[in-house]
């Protein structure tokens, strides 16, 4: 507990913050290692192909022509758009359409998805600040660190009380890549992060699981939140310095946080941990496609029922969703199971309100039964068991302990391109093209003609 | 029926004629709407432009709404925010977090006054409802209720007055329950700057939902009470949790208490108590001791610092400032330099606070306090009291008016108190041209 402060006693000195900010502005791309400095564009790469999969798939269209129509200051780009809105709003309709898709990339040590929060609030205000390419690498990376170190402490607690995780940390990414790349001093990106830390929203998993659109906001609104606290802090606002060191009344105090003495500091190779996603699905689906995808090709007809043990978190996830509507659908390990059988794949089509009012599609979830693994309880283990009964009697099974392109099997580069190409459509060349030159680009440009252009 | 659905419905039988607000609910809504004007603007003539309108930030777009300072025209939610931040420094807001986002949505739907007083009233009952069944969980997490809860509040009457059908209304508060901002209670009690956004951030956030609303950008009808939802996690309860029945208990506007010293409510019983023993030479004061209810005495123990808005939150503090300072209510006393006076600081030191069981029996919050007052001379000085203008003895209309003619004086001839129902808000902002001087 807080120890009570006599009227005039000094301020104490708040380390996480502090540390994260130090460690957001002392970072150089000299001193990152090959394998991140190797990583950073590919993630961007992978960000942007889902954010063209979104804006091909018509994502929220109605409230991106209303963003567009709030007009303002002409400063970032809206992907896929000829529009230039405001900065923050331009990350608020990115992370929001590129999110939408559900197949961003995740860092399962803070279960922060840093592209699609971190990405287009660096982005925004890289446009705004007319930085080069170098410079928004390095915020980027920094974005990711920050996210991850402001995480871990409170992750436990986000996932106790049933918060979407990314929702509410991908808030202090934005915040971080936001200062950076507009070449706000150490105090000011501290600044950023405080106020990045009390903005954030609360989030309850409740929007993805019963597949409400603001769930993309999810994404869209910590973007908004990051460049909208690095600007209040430029202009002197900042939230309390040591809001991680609160228990009574500061982030700990609903997150049920780790002690802050006993959280790492800062990792510069926290890209290196970003897990990316072969599926359109929310990840505690993915053990369960792994294992699927082994048994496949199968013919249809012949299968009668379908049983998936996998961990607790999947399972009680998939309870809750409402496999009627798209965005729910992505939480419910029977529909992406049964969109795995139709489709031989599971991407962004199986996933349109067309694809879930399918009744073959229906129909087959719910030939899937979801049962808890006892042996991936304790400790958890995010894999699955699936088993295929077909009506000539034969089971045919499969076992995976992990997710296709996590940590075991982590996804090529050739692998990630392939499914940029896949999502982006036909605009991707140049966009790749400007992605791959981007380190050596003086601004900003060729990435959003090319951007533009995709519309 | 969803909760929110059912609060929708319940909403949308006020415009269809099912709800009648009555005059005396309608009469309460322009107390608060003229308190919280005033407010603001004087908290924009006295600390000048708040940062959030700054350029990078506060910016023209379409819808736009008006800035009751500078009376230019910006995009509705930063006008919203901007409104509700000017005066936030002040800590005198009271009533339902709404009145920033009504008076900026009232505007884009070109509603009457009339329109604007029945929405004040409406989001006063869902403030009530909401305040009840999670205030407590808010305050226990160490959260702002005013922020968690008034960001779905604001969304409510944003979404009326743009007249949403039910279910897009219930949608925009859905979305604002599920971005509604963090906000722990530490930028109050450590003194930081951001705290001073944290009523307008739900303001913005509250217009925003209720906009988007518009176009397909919803949230989930059980945002509130699903097994994923926003109760379950501040109630601790995963699986879900049956709210209370929504049965509105009369008008709450019409109890709501206004904040008579610019200060955390905890504050206020103390500073009445105190009131009632003065006049008090402060350099005769050996020592104070104020016995209060328990969460008067943890904000006051949280709080940090000698910042003006951690002082704020602290008894200590504001007792000290109140008897060296003398008028707490009417001259800004909550000043850097006043706070680091020897007279201020030392005083501070000689004042304790101790919870009083007696107004926390059987689970209670009753909000009093009792002062002790010990003399050099060796007398004491003793009084009781609850928070003045708390519901016991609420602050009357002239006393509310005369509020706003000074915290406004000299502004401009806006006056909200004496404009016909009928009248287009759009119309009645049009008084705020005038710039402010001075």
């Given at each position: ?455 | ?342 007279a201020v600081r030392d005083l501070a030191a000689r004042i304790t606070v101790e919870p009083e069981p007696r107004y926390s029996a059987g ?76």
């Amino acid at each position: 507990m807080d120890q009570p402060i006599q009227p005039g006693s000094p301020r104490r000195v708040t380390p996480l913050i502090s540390a994260v900010a130090a460690h957001v502005s002392a970072l150089s791309w000299e001193r990152l290692s090959g394998a991140v400095r190797h990583r950073a564009p590919l993630v961007v790469l992978d960000l942007l192909g889902c954010a063209m999969a979104g804006r091909r798939l018509g994502a929220h269209d109605a409230w991106v022509q209303s963003m567009v129509a709030v007009g303002g200051a002409e400063q970032s780009t809206v992907w896929g758009t000829d529009a230039r809105l405001p900065a923050a709003h331009a990350a608020l309709v990115n992370g929001a359409v590129a999110h939408h898709v559900e197949m961003d990339d995740g860092n399962p040590r803070a279960s922060v998805h840093g592209a699609v929060t971190v990405i287009p609030a660096t982005l925004a205000a890289a446009e705004l600040a007319g930085a080069d390419g170098r410079a928004v690498l390095e915020a980027i990376v920094a974005g990711y660190d920050a996210a991850v170190a402001c995480g871990r402490p409170v992750v436990r607690g986000m996932t106790a009380h049933r918060l979407h995780e990314p929702s509410m940390v991908g808030c202090l990414g934005a915040a971080a890549g936001a200062a950076r790349v507009a070449g706000a001093a150490t105090p000011i990106i501290g600044a950023s992060l405080s106020l990045a830390a009390i903005s954030m929203p609360l989030g309850p998993f409740e929007a993805f699981t019963r597949g409400a659109p603001v769930k993309d906001l999810y994404a869209g609104w910590p973007a908004f939140v990051g460049v909208t606290s690095a600007a209040l802090a430029r202009a002197g606002l900042a939230g309390p310095v040591d809001v991680f060191e609160s228990p009574a009344d500061g982030v700990g105090s609903f997150l049920l946080h780790a002690p802050v003495d006993e959280v790492e500091r800062p990792d510069p190779a926290e890209l290196l941990h970003v897990q990316f996603k072969a599926y359109a699905t929310c990840r505690s689906v993915q053990p369960a496609l792994t294992a699927l995808e082994q048994l496949l090709p199968i013919d249809l007809e012949t299968v009668e029922s379908i049983v998936v043990d996998t961990y607790p978190f999947a399972v009680e996830l998939s309870r809750d969703s409402d496999c009627t509507t798209p965005i729910g659908a992505k939480t419910s390990v029977p529909y992406a199971v049964a969109s795995c059988l139709l489709d031989g794949e599971v991407g962004p089509a199986s996933f349109t309100a067309a694809a879930v009012a399918q009744a073959q599609r229906q129909a087959m979830a719910r030939r899937v039964t979801v049962r808890v693994a006892a042996d991936m309880v304790d400790p958890i283990v995010r894999g699955a068991r699936v088993e295929i009964r077909l009506s000539t009697g034969e089971r045919r099974r499969a076992r995976v302990r992990s997710t296709r392109w996590t940590d075991a099997a982590p996804a090529t580069e050739e692998e990630l391109r392939e499914k940029f190409r896949r999502l982006s459509g036909p605009a991707g060349a140049a966009i790749e093209r400007a992605v791959d030159d981007l380190i050596d680009a003086p601004n900003l440009s060729a990435l959003l003609a090319a951007l533009r252009a995709s519309n | 029926m969803s909760l929110l659905h059912e609060i929708a419905d319940w909403m949308h039988c006020a415009r269809s004629g099912g709800v009648a607000v009555p005059p005396s609910a309608r009469h309460a809504s322009r107390r608060v709407l003229l308190d919280q004007v005033g407010i603001a603007r004087a908290g924009a003539a006295r600390f000048g432009p708040h940062p959030v309108r700054d350029d990078r930030v506060f910016l023209a777009g379409e819808p736009p709404a008006t800035d009751w300072h500078a009376g230019r025209k910006v995009y509705a939610p930063y006008a919203a925010l901007a409104n509700r931040c000017a005066g936030d420094q002040l800590e005198l807001t009271a009533g339902p977090e709404c009145v920033a986002a009504a008076v900026a949505a009232a505007e884009i739907g070109d509603a009457t006054v009339g329109d604007l007083l029945r929405a004040v009233a409406l989001g006063a009952s869902l403030d009530d409802y909401l305040r009840g069944w999670l205030g407590e969980a808010v305050e226990r997490h160490g959260l702002h209720p005013p922020a968690v809860i008034g960001t779905v509040v604001a969304a409510a009457v944003s979404g009326w007055l743009l007249e949403l059908d039910p279910v897009r209304l219930a949608g925009a508060m859905a979305s604002a329950a599920c971005l509604t901002p963090h906000s722990p209670y530490s930028a109050f009690s450590h003194g930081a700057s951001g705290k001073t956004i944290y009523g307008g951030w739900s303001q913005m956030l509250g217009v925003s939902c209720a906009l988007w609303a518009r176009h397909g950008m919803v949230g989930p009808g059980s945002a509130l009470e699903g097994s994923r939802g926003l109760a379950q996690a501040l109630l601790d309860a995963p699986g879900g949790v049956a709210p209370p029945p929504f049965r509105p208990d009369g008008w709450p506007v019409e109890r709501v208490a206004f904040k008579y010293f610019p200060c955390n409510r905890a504050c206020h019983p103390a500073l009445s108590a105190l009131d009632a023993v003065r006049p008090i030479d402060p350099a005769a004061v050996e020592s104070i001791q104020v016995r209060t209810y328990a969460l008067a005495v943890e904000l006051d123990r949280r709080s940090r610092g000698r910042s003006a808005i951690a002082a704020q939150m602290s008894l200590r503090w504001s007792l000290a400032l109140a008897l060296v300072h003398g008028d707490l209510a009417n001259d800004w006393a909550y000043r850097e330099e006043v706070l680091g006076s020897t007279a201020v600081r030392d005083l501070a030191a000689r004042i304790t606070v101790e919870p009083e069981p007696r107004y926390s029996a059987g689970g209670q919050r009753i909000r009093r306090a009792a002062v002790r007052v010990t003399l050099s001379d060796g007398r004491a000085l003793e009084a009781e009291s609850g928070a003045r203008w708390s519901t016991d003895a609420p602050a009357t209309d002239q006393e509310l008016r005369e509020r706003f003619a000074r915290l406004t004086r000299g502004l401009s001839t806006f006056d909200p108190w004496s404009s016909p129902e009928t009248q287009p808000v759009r119309t009645l902002l049009g008084q705020l041209g005038e710039r402010p001087r001075g």
